[in-house]
């Protein structure tokens, strides 16, 4: 026992360096020997070193909410495509149309073929025209009446022989009888009848075959089948049927 504590005593002692003046002392961890040895520490460069630690994220207080997530930009909203216009609805078919007139109306009906048309519905003065037209006064070198049909071709012949023109007349007063010459003026035909007379026409005179004639055409360039009937239906037109225009 006394030796175990003489022991220990030495050791301690030795471990402290209260031996060194003996000459026992313990190996120094600082080894200022190696100190001693170093050139130009300052120049020396520590590599690999520990990078520092990231500075801590102050703690949130105890009663504020949890974060909630991190808002996301909107997208920019697409422009809405147009709505597509809704189609009308189609009208019904148009019924076909035509070209009707009707012609030789006397002036005194235009007045009352007006009021009529006026007053039809499904007709506007756009679809209907009245033209007026003037069919001229009409002179003749007359030879006529002859009493008989006989008597008709005798005065033929004899006019053939002279080389003398000439034409049965159409007109009801003054058949049967034959025209050496058709003019448009009184003085025209006299002047025609003295030469006539001359080559051989004895009893030819000067007579008026028409006078001037004034007349109106209705015209409907674009009407219905069922409006020209309407029109038919008036008797607007005192006999005179509509027809296609030509």
């Not at 007006?114 to 209907?128: F, V």
């Not at 001229?136 to 009493?147: H, M, Q, S």
């Not at 000067?206 to 006078?211: A, K």
């Amino acid at each position: 026992m006394t030796l175990l504590l003489l022991a220990n005593l030495g050791l301690w002692a030795y471990t402290q360096g209260h031996l060194a003046w003996l000459g026992l002392a313990p190996h120094s961890p600082s080894e200022p020997e190696r100190l001693a040895q170093q050139r130009a520490p300052e120049k020396l460069t520590v590599l690999n070193t520990p990078k520092a630690p990231a500075p801590a994220t102050p703690a949130a207080p105890a009663d504020a909410p949890p974060p909630g997530p991190t808002p996301v930009a909107a997208a920019p909203a697409e422009p809405a495509a147009p709505a597509e216009a809704s189609s009308p609805p189609r009208p019904p078919p148009k019924a076909p149309t035509a070209c009707w007139q009707a012609g030789g109306l006397p002036p005194s009906q235009t007045l009352l073929v007006r009021a009529t048309l006026q007053n039809l519905s499904g007709l506007s003065p756009q679809d209907w025209t009245l033209t007026e037209a003037v069919l001229p006064a009409r002179w003749i070198v007359y030879l006529g009446k002859f009493p008989n049909a006989e008597a008709l071709q005798r005065r033929r012949a004899e006019l053939r022989q002279a080389q003398i023109d000439h034409r049965e007349v159409a007109t009801p007063t003054l058949q049967p009888g034959l025209a050496l010459g058709t003019y448009s003026t009184e003085e025209a035909a006299r002047r025609a009848l003295a030469d006539a007379v001359l080559r051989g026409a004895d009893g030819a005179r000067v007579v008026q075959e028409r006078q001037e004639t004034r007349s109106h055409t209705l015209r409907l360039p674009a009407i219905t089948d069922a409006q020209r009937r309407q029109i038919a239906q008036t008797d607007v037109l005192a006999g005179k049927p509509l027809q296609r225009c030509p």
